[in-house]
T-cell receptor
Framework: EAQVTQNPRYLITVTGKKLTVTCSQN?????MSWYRQDPGLGLRQIYY???????DKGDVPEGYKVSRKEKRNFPLILESPSPNQTSLYFC????????????FGPGTRLTVL | AQSVTQLGSHVSVSEGALVLLRCNYS??????LFWYVQYPNQGLQLLLK??????LVKGINGFEAEFKKSETSFHLTKPSAHMSDAAEYFC??????????FGKGTRLHILP
């Protein structure tokens, strides 16, 4: 089944404890992206990747890192999480062209205490 | 700067009534525009998209949207609301440097 998977789905952590949220897609998509969703703010793009080893900042990249060493994986890294990073995070992928549909993962709900 | 504005964070319509969700954009070049739906506790799924060509775009579940360049709008409509349409709807814009800009979303409530 074609899908985007994220792990973990739920995470409660404490300030300053490094964490990684994994994202994987099995559709051979070139483009992958991370978003955070906050009430009243909609979805905001954190980082995106056009292909392996090619990443770029979205609108809200501060406090996050990403890497794209393999086409299928695009992990989101929070080196020192803070409470303002408490949010619902979505990973998405699309084949490559700007007109292509994005496919979203199920979301990761992160709470930073 | 490019932006997407969705008018009304909450919209309520009666079952069977017309659904109209508004989306206006700001872009210096013709954008690609998308509407997504998010059901509770789920990710987003595509309803429809405008890239080029016909300005009236039909999507899934009876929804359609019309791209109006002169009004910089891409409003989403459905002739007759169904209870299952209750969800949150997002309009988004794809620009030429591959960044994606979402509107803040509109939660649609269907009244029995």
């Amino acid at each position: 089944e074609a899908q985007v998977t994220q792990n973990p789905r739920y995470l409660i952590t404490v300030t300053g404890k490094k964490l990684t949220v994994t994202c994987s897609q099995n559709m051979n998509h070139e483009y992958m992206s991370w978003y955070r969703q906050d009430p009243g703010l909609g979805l905001r793009q954190i980082y995106y990747s056009m292909n392996v080893e090619v990443t770029d900042k979205g609108d809200v990249p501060e406090g996050y890192k990403v890497s794209r060493k393999e086409k299928r994986n695009f992990p989101l890294i929070l080196e020192s999480p803070s409470p303002n990073q408490t949010s619902l995070y979505f990973c998405a992928s699309r084949p490559g062209r700007r007109t292509d549909t994005q496919y979203f993962g199920p979301g990761t709900r992160l709470t930073v205490l | 700067a490019q932006s997407v504005t969705q008018l009304g964070s909450h919209v309520s319509v009666s079952e069977g009534a017309l659904v109209l969700l508004r989306c206006n954009y700001s872009s210096s070049v013709p954008p690609y525009l998308f509407w997504y739906v998010q059901y509770p506790n789920q990710g987003l799924q595509l309803l429809l998209k405008y890239t080029t060509g016909a300005t009236l775009v039909k999507g899934i579940n009876g929804f359609e949207a019309e791209f109006k360049k002169s009004e910089t709008s891409f409003h989403l409509t459905k002739p007759s609301a169904h209870m299952s349409d209750a969800a949150e709807y997002f309009c988004d814009l794809m620009n030429r440097d591959d960044k994606i800009i979402f509107g803040k979303g509109t939660r649609l409530h269907i009244l029995p």
